[in-house]
């Protein structure tokens, strides 16, 4: 597995998963039909959506090949070859973000070395604004 968010070489998969999920949680490997049910489960729930029915799993994950979203499509080589001019677009976004909100403007060169200070709230703080199904259990 190559995840360059959290690393720069191969890591075992299960390594990876444990890199997003607590060593308590069972995060098997899924085939694609369960895989499916647990994220639409919890994707349902996050954004407020009346969910299916829970399923056994809290977690878990599938493999896909690379440079597809899902099991079932075809390789997205377009994608892979058109993200340098969806790179360009999304940093002139972050720009103007920049410059109007903060009074700053980075130049195309400084862009790739501007790193973000945002810290990842705990569930229980998430849970103090929103009122997910989930917040009861924790």
């Given at each position: 597995?190559?995840?360059?968010?959290?690393?720069?070489?191969?890591?075992?998969?299960?390594?990876?998963?444990?890199?997003?999920?607590?060593?308590?949680?069972?995060?098997?490997?899924?085939?694609?039909?369960?895989?499916?049910?647990?994220?639409?489960?919890?994707?349902?729930?996050?954004?407020?959506?009346?969910?299916?029915?829970?399923?056994?799993?809290?977690?878990?994950?599938?493999?896909?090949?690379?440079?597809?979203?899902?099991?079932?499509?075809?390789?997205?080589?377009?994608?892979?070859?058109?993200?340098?001019?969806?790179?360009?677009?999304?940093?002139?976004?972050?720009?103007?973000?920049?410059?109007?909100?903060?009074?700053?403007?980075?130049s195309d060169d400084e862009i790739p070395y501007i790193t973000s200070r945002y810290a990842a709230r705990t569930l229980a703080e998430v849970c103090t604004w929103n009122d997910y199904g989930f917040c009861d259990d924790l």
């Open positions: 597995m190559v995840d360059l968010s959290i690393g720069d070489a191969p890591i075992p998969v299960d390594e990876w998963v444990r890199a997003f999920v607590p060593a308590d949680i069972a995060c098997p490997h899924l085939g694609a039909d369960a895989w499916w049910n647990v994220w639409v489960y919890w994707n349902a729930l996050a954004n407020g959506y009346e969910p299916p029915p829970e399923p056994p799993w809290l977690c878990g994950y599938t493999i896909t090949p690379m440079f597809t979203t899902k099991w079932d499509q075809d390789i997205q080589s377009d994608q892979v070859r058109w993200s340098p001019a969806t790179m360009a677009s999304q940093f002139g976004g972050f720009q103007t973000v920049l410059q109007g909100d903060y009074g700053y403007a980075p």
